[in-house]
């Protein structure tokens, strides 16, 4: 892949994480005018802003239309996501319960160390055109059943 395609996907990318980032900011600023707990309020803004995510950057940031793909892309996001929701959860308590950093200060370093390994998982590895890990185990099991059962 060019250099030129990286770039544009990342610019692609940079658009959705802004659109999901408005959404996961005023999900997040709402809930804790509410007194929702900050931690709670990260958990709930993450989810909106994940769901967005995932749907804008298929379809647009890393054009992912083959629908034959969108299970393995699905499982691949939900993976990355689970991991990214529990570090943007762990970076936001160690940001302001460890090193009492402020809640909202807090939030954009950790949304920011989210946002670039969430790039670099998604271009490598989530919307990427290999095929998926269950795909390759069933393919080996099946070429070792052959081998044998002759």
Same mark, same amino acid.
């Given at each position: 892949m060019s250099l030129f395609n990286i770039i544009t996907k990342f610019i692609k990318y940079c658009s959705v994480a802004l659109g999901s980032a408005i959404t996961d900011w005023l999900v997040f600023i709402a809930l804790t005018f509410l007194g929702v707990p900050y931690i709670h309020c990260q958990a709930t803004s993450r989810f909106v802003g994940g #769901?967005? +995510? %995932? !749907? /804008?950057? =298929?379809?647009? +940031? *890393?054009?992912?239309?083959? @629908? =034959?793909?969108?299970? #393995?892309? @699905? =499982? =691949?996001?939900?993976?990355?996501? %689970? *991991? +990214?929701?529990a570090l943007s959860l762990g970076l936001l308590? %160690? %940001? /302001?319960? !460890? !090193?009492?950093?402020?809640?909202? !200060? +807090?939030k954009l370093a950790a949304d920011t160390i989210c946002f670039i #390994?969430? *790039?670099?998982v998604m271009h490598n590895y989530v919307y990427h055109q290999r095929q998926g890990l269950l795909w390759i185990t069933s393919n080996v099991i099946n070429s070792i059943m052959r081998r044998y059962t002759k």
């Open positions: #769901v967005f +995510s %995932f !749907i /804008v950057n =298929r379809y647009w +940031s *890393f054009s992912a239309k083959n @629908g =034959r793909h969108i299970t #393995v892309q @699905g =499982r =691949r996001f939900t993976l990355l996501y %689970f *991991f +990214s929701y308590y %160690f %940001f /302001v319960d !460890i !090193i009492h950093m402020p809640v909202y !200060i +807090s #390994v969430n *790039f670099v």
